[in-house]
């Protein structure tokens, strides 16, 4: 028995459930696509406008919930202690905006897309094009994550190739996109809100009693010790307290502008605003704005419990761990096994000349050619096998500095004034994903863990390829290319469109370009820069005109992409720059690129407001459009033109 | 003649509505950037000087009070919504 354990050590006990529970649930989300294929564009569009405000909540919900939410946020919040209130109240405080500000009088307005909205309201045919032109650019760099997030969780628990999996993810999605357009795409991620909630909820609570003994992630985050222990351990190794504020983004003001940033930019985010347009009424958008942010809390509220705990959890597991032994693979080689502390010299030898080269090859952008992979045993005796499987996606890489055969997180300052500990590299995206297994919680949580990942990524990439369709197809292509086009021949454009999406995004996440990692940066800066202000100003202004709001949106964008690009051109263009063109001691005011959407968006509001008053004002006919959404009553069903 | 007179008055109706719309979301508004950017960010270190449990007011603030004040605003507009509907006959 013993044996037969330490010879299936390496093998993943999870894997036979994640299987599974991935068959199981992308068996329903297909069957769902196939039972809701739709005929008209109306279906493929809004869902024909029938969706109850309940099930509507749980999609938007599902739709928001992106791969960055559920693998990447709590990760995110763990690595910056209290400043993490950005994402949390960034991406929910964003809802209260869209619920009072936007949603009920787009519902009212009734078209398909939010280029709609712009071209109707600004009686501007320029207007519509850089409202589909954002719309797409926005849902691009958005969706490319969500395929990379795919490949994450297929390459690390199922094991096979990132674009194997990638590919696979790509033919789910295009299943039940092209078939049943926001219809198909509204039932899939309903279902896809519970898996992804069950997902991230269960192995929150299970870690949650562990360590604090109270079953409540919520409620054990501010009444237990947990928090008091954290700052503790994090102070001894030399790291700033856990809950002390702007420790991350350095100052109140920085942390307001990205907060901000967020908040507008998501109420300006096309795939969320589109979410509204599929409800019965004027009424049934306010509910399921209802609905939706307490689908959203869930999960928002469970994130920073979470992040605490893992924080915790992986220092507790990995500080003075003990190195068993060091497998080295130089490139196209066998791999080497150098068991500890027998071969220790012999080790550390052959990893200096690894490293070096790996050093060099990460420095020309290239992927490194050797791994070196640590076999830890905790203080406590366990072996950390989780920590092994880690290190085989690069995620998680060690280096023994001081050559003892400990691994030790103390934050050592290095003669060039940074600080380094034993512990070289930690991808936040690992967090969620690993917590079930540092807690050694059973192997289906894991499973279960594996397909909330997936159920994160492919409801978000649904939506936004709905986006990138409706703007390419509806927007443009049938608006100037197509006018008379057929009902048959509009949803046909409408598939190929989405197909066009599926490839693009696809392509993306196998080779991710620079910006996917600034994505945040960009999507949300750009929604708060050019569209908020526009839709905004479009229902509470009846003076706002074409002039104003076009050149508005035009200036908020071009300066919050260049400013983004100037602070980011290293990321962003790696074959052109090896620096930042601005670096972070020259920032605009100290104003971190996250935050500069801010910024673009104040630019925005004032030129809009200035130029429209010195220009005529908006003819009768917009006039009275906007009275009528400013009037609940009367909203029927959806007008394709 | 009173004609004209009906549509003044409904257009006045409908001016009210609007106004009564405006003062609900200023007032929500209101509270949302208190939660949101006063008591989370501007002032945190003053409001972590009090405890909640065992950690900081302005913390908690931050990172769970501000989502649940967020969850009750957006429910308190639609209920609002309902009412002002309703006493304008302006619901379907």
Known sequence: ?641 | MSNSTESSSKSDDAKNYWRSNLTLVAVLLSVWAIAGFGLSIFFIESANQIKIGSVGFGFWMAQQGSIFVFVVLVLVYALAMDRIDRKHKLND
């Open chain 1, 1 to 641: 028995m013993l044996d037969s354990n330490s010879l299936l050590a390496s093998a993943d006990p999870a894997l036979p459930w994640t299987w599974a529970f991935i068959a199981v649930t992308f068996g329903i989300y297909l069957y769902i696509g196939w039972r809701s294929r739709v005929k008209e564009t109306a279906g493929f569009y809004v869902a024909g406008q029938g969706v109850p405000a309940i099930a509507n909540g749980a999609a938007t919900a599902a739709d928001w919930m992106s791969a960055a939410s559920f693998i990447g946020m709590a990760g995110l919040i763990s690595f910056s202690g209290s400043d993490g209130s950005v994402y949390l109240m960034g991406w929910t405080g964003g809802y209260v905006l869209l619920a009072l500000l936007l949603a009920p009088y787009l519902r009212k307005f009734g078209h398909y897309t939010v280029p709609d909205f712009i071209g109707a309201r600004y009686y501007s045919e320029t207007a519509r094009i850089v409202a589909a032109i954002c719309a797409i650019f926005i849902s691009l760099t958005y969706v490319a994550g969500q395929m990379k997030g795919v490949g994450v969780v297929f390459s690390r628990f199922l094991e096979v190739d990132l674009a194997v999996g990638v590919c696979i993810g790509m033919a789910i999605v295009g299943f039940f996109a092209v078939l049943g357009g926001m219809k198909g795409i509204t039932w899939t991620q309903v279902v896809q809100f519970f898996v992804l909630i069950l997902a991230f909820i269960i192995p929150s609570v299970a870690i949650s009693s562990q360590l604090t003994g109270d079953s409540i992630p919520q409620r054990a985050f501010a009444f237990s010790d947990i928090s008091a222990r954290l700052n503790e351990v994090l102070i001894g190794l030399g790291h700033e307290a856990y809950t002390t504020p702007f420790t991350k983004f350095g100052s109140s003001w920085n942390v307001f502008l990205i907060t901000a940033a967020l908040m507008f930019g998501t109420a300006g985010l096309p795939h969320v605003i589109v979410r509204f347009y599929t409800v019965k009424d004027v009424r049934a958008a306010r509910y399921s704005a209802v609905w939706a942010i307490i689908f959203i809390a869930m999960l928002y509220t469970t994130a920073p419990a979470l992040g605490l705990f893992a924080r915790y959890n992986l220092i507790d597991s990995m500080h003075e761990s003990t190195i068993e032994r060091i497998e080295v693979t130089v490139s196209g080689e066998d791999p080497k096994s150098f068991p500890f502390p027998a071969q220790r010299a012999e080790a550390f030898a052959v990893i200096e000349t690894a490293q070096a080269e790996n050093t060099k090859a990460s420095k020309k952008g290239l992927r490194e050619p050797n791994s070196i992979v640590y076999f830890l045993t905790s203080k406590s005796g366990q072996p950390l096998d989780w920590a092994t499987r880690w290190q085989n996606t690069g995620l998680l890489k060690f280096e023994d500095l001081d050559q003892d055969g400990q691994i030790n997180l103390t934050l050592i300052p290095q003669t060039d004034r940074s600080k380094k500990s034993e512990l070289a590299k930690i991808d936040r995206d690992i967090i969620v994903l690993s917590t079930p297994e540092v807690a050694t919680l059973p192997p289906w949580v894991i499973a279960l863990v594996a397909a909330g990942g997936l159920a994160a990524a492919l409801s978000t990439a649904a939506g936004l390829l709905l986006v990138i369709s409706s703007s390419l197809a509806h927007d443009l292509y049938i608006r100037f290319c197509e006018p008379n086009a057929t009902e048959a021949r509009k949803l046909f454009i409408g598939r190929v469109a989405i197909i066009f999406g599926i490839v693009v995004a696809g392509y993306f996440g196998i080779y991710p370009p620079g910006f996917v990692g600034e994505v945040v940066a960009f999507a949300f800066g750009l929604a708060a820069a050019s569209f908020f202000p526009a839709i905004f100003l479009g229902i509470f202004s009846k003076r706002v005109n074409r002039a104003g709001a076009v050149t508005g949106m035009i200036v908020g964008l071009v300066f919050t992409i260049t400013y983004i690009v100037l602070c980011t051109a290293d990321k962003v263009l790696p074959f052109l720059f090896d620096a930042p063109l601005l670096a972070q001691e020259n920032w605009l005011f100290g104003i971190s690129p996250q935050g500069i959407g801010t910024v673009g968006m104040a630019i925005n509001f004032v030129l809009t407001l200035a130029i429209s008053s010195v220009t005529a004002p908006p003819p009768a006919e917009v006039i009275e459009l906007i009275e009528s959404v400013r009037i609940p009553s009367g909203s029927g069903k959806a007008v394709s033109h």
